[in-house]
């Protein structure tokens, strides 16, 4: 099930298959494999990396984000997409879902999230090769994942600016999933532990994936 997917750390992955697909690359090493597409969730910097982009970009590679993302990619060959949008490239089918905050806040007083919903900032559901895997990006426990059935879920459990890795496992009650893989921990904030904890109390499948990043 999750064969060829790799985890880079935080939350960047290589899924390898009839095509190279990266999601979130962020401190990727030189010689890192050239990518048919890169998905980017949202304008962060340790989400959009132009040069991490760069660095596994050629004239071919498409570039699929929210308009805050792809608006900020001069002269790459991009595609935008909103919530509940869809697109296909080269075989692969993107569909993209929304990811915001509801109670992570950086000014509480002010009502101010993270990730606000009204940014647009984006989960991805990819189908390729017979699977669909769904990335959440950077996000609460939203009621879109309601009813979501894919092969692999990709979550975040750190809490913080994320989900916490209890409401993870909340998330994982209102979704199905043949695998989950949790992300957004060991990098910025989060640690093994909260994978740990998450994978311990999850009532679907769980793999904690190796960090191959350098």
């Known amino acids: 099930m999750i064969e060829n997917i790799e985890w880079l750390g935080h939350d960047s992955f290589r899924i390898t298959g009839s095509m190279v697909v990266y999601i979130d690359p962020w401190h990727l090493s030189k010689g890192a494999s050239p990518a048919d597409l890169v998905l980017v969730t949202h304008d962060h910097y340790d989400h959009l990396s132009k040069a991490d982009i760069d660095l596994v970009r050629t004239a071919s590679t498409v570039v699929v984000g929210p308009a805050e993302v792809t608006s900020r990619l001069k002269g790459v060959n991009t595609r935008t997409l909103a919530p509940g949008e869809s697109v296909t490239v080269a075989g692969a089918t993107i569909t993209a879902l929304p990811a915001y905050n509801t109670d992570k806040f950086r000014d509480k007083a002010a009502g101010a999230v993270f990730h606000p919903r009204?940014?647009?900032?984006?989960?991805?559901?990819?189908?390729?090769?017979?699977?669909?895997?769904?990335?959440?990006?950077?996000?609460?426990?939203?009621?879109?994942?309601?009813?979501?059935?894919?092969?692999?879920?990709?979550?975040?459990?750190?809490?913080?600016?994320?989900?916490t890795w209890q409401e993870a496992v909340m998330a994982c009650d209102m979704l199905t999933a043949g695998t989950v893989i949790p992300m957004h921990y060991d990098a910025i904030v989060g640690s093994l532990r909260d994978a740990q904890r998450f994978a311990e109390g999850c009532r679907l499948p769980v793999e904690i994936l190796p960090s191959t990043a350098p």
Do not use: C, N, Q
Not at 144 to 155: F, I, K, N, R, S
């Open 118 to 163: 009204e940014d647009g900032k984006l989960g991805f559901v990819l189908e390729l090769d017979g699977r669909r895997i769904y990335h959440a990006g950077d996000t609460d426990i939203i009621p879109e994942m309601a009813g979501m059935d894919v092969d692999v879920a990709l979550l975040p459990v750190s809490g913080t600016y994320v989900m």
